[in-house]
């Protein structure tokens, strides 16, 4: 089904898990300082401080890290009779939602209220800030889909995680390096289960 790979998908697997684990170590690392470098402040500020009308936009964006996407897509795409697509969605949509979870028990830091002065928090959200869940499930569902539609929809990945990751800033619920610690665990879920075989199995029956 897939018409021309995705630019992530020329990489191997095997390279992008490298890559990935090396960049969540890294915003891990990063993260665990105690004082908030001004860097992250002010792209954070930049992006929390955007006007008011945005927010019901962001607030609907935001939904794109749900799990409920992985549910609407994985019900289309049986409605469609792509099975293999509704696994590979669930493995690495699932997973990174998992991980994500792990992660933030073991590794987590406070959430942007709890860390700078005057923030509100426009979602709601539950344990720590790093890394971000709605992130990592954004990733992983559009590099997932990314590696079957058309070359000239890859657009769409890339306006999914960036819209997703800007919403969690904009919502006050996500430090920069949070999304970027949820970005690499989405791209290692997703690389992972690049591992796995499933179209080349399903087409071959």
């Known amino acids: 089904m897939a018409k021309k790979q995705a630019w992530y998908s020329r990489i191997t697997p095997t390279q992008q898990l490298g890559l990935a684990s090396a960049l969540f170590i890294a915003a891990t ?16 500020n930049l992006v929390y401080t955007l006007p ?20 609407a897509l ?6 469609k009779r792509h099975y293999h697509i509704v696994i590979r969605l669930l493995m690495t949509g699932t997973f990174a939602f998992l991980l994500a979870g792990f992660a933030k028990s073991i590794w987590g830091r ?3 209220e709890q860390l700078l002065p005057d923030i509100v928090t426009l979602d709601i ?13 954004a990733v992983a569902l559009a590099f997932t889909i990314g590696h079957y539609i058309p070359r000239k929809y890859h657009w769409i990945p890339v306006v999914w995680i960036v819209g997703v990751a800007l919403s969690r800033m904009y919502l006050g619920v996500h430090l920069p390096l949070d ?3 949820g970005f690499a665990i989405g791209w290692f879920s ?7 075989r499933i179209y080349d199995l ?3 029956r």
């Open 29 to 44: 690392l990063l993260s665990r300082d105690a004082a908030i470098s001004d860097l992250e402040i002010k792209i954070f």
């Open 52 to 71: 008011e009308f945005l927010r019901i936009p962001f607030y609907i964006i935001t939904q794109f890290g749900s799990i409920y996407v992985l549910l």
């Open 74 to 79: 994985g019900l289309f795409y049986v409605a």
């Open 110 to 112: 406070a959430r942007p």
């Open 125 to 137: 959200s539950h344990g720590p800030g790093f890394p971000s869940g709605h992130t990592a499930l």
């Open 179 to 181: 999304i970027v610690g």
């Open 190 to 196: 997703y690389a992972l289960f690049r591992h796995v």
């Open 202 to 204: 399903v087409k071959s």
